[in-house]
């Protein structure tokens, strides 16, 4: 069986993906200190970041635990930033392109204007699995 974010309804957004961000990048347990840490400038107050994870959890992206004795909570990924990507990439692909892999390569290979190059590593990656099969 497969999870995917069309069960539990889920994307990110673009504050909450910062936060996930910082978290995958980290590969610990993590503070609202820690994380604070690492935003770029201007870096939102403490209690933003800290709603930002309260929503992550209910979300269903992180867990926390308390920091050994102290009132501080620490913080963890649930979802590997590999797994969220294919969730939201199979959603793209089902909701946009009607479940067809090959219609979200063609919008790509043509919005995106890929050069010759690009074209022919595409053509690589697919020629590689092929032979792999």
């Known amino acids: ?3 995917s974010l ?3 309804n889920k994307l990110l957004t673009k504050s909450e ?6 978290l995958w990048e980290m590969q610990q347990d993590a503070t609202i200190s820690d994380i604070l840490e690492r935003y770029p400038e201007p ?8 709603t930002f994870l309260r929503i992550l959890h209910q979300k269903g992206f992180v867990s926390y635990k308390r920091n050994g ?12 930033k590999a797994t969220y990507r294919r969730q939201v990439m199979e959603e793209v692909k089902d909701t946009c392109f009607d479940g067809s892999a090959k219609s979200l390569i063609d ?8 050069s010759a190059q690009e074209v022919e590593e595409l053509l690589a990656m697919i020629n590689d699995l092929e032979q792999h099969e």
């Open 1 to 3: 069986m497969k999870t």
């Open 69 to 80: 004795m102290g009132k501080q909570y620490v913080y963890s990924p649930i979802i590997s």
């Open 107 to 114: 919008f790509f290979v043509k919005e995106e204007q890929l």
């Open 43 to 50: 870096r939102p107050v403490y209690t933003t970041v800290a």
């Open 17 to 22: 993906m910062q936060v996930m961000n910082i």
């Open 6 to 8: 069309k069960m539990k």
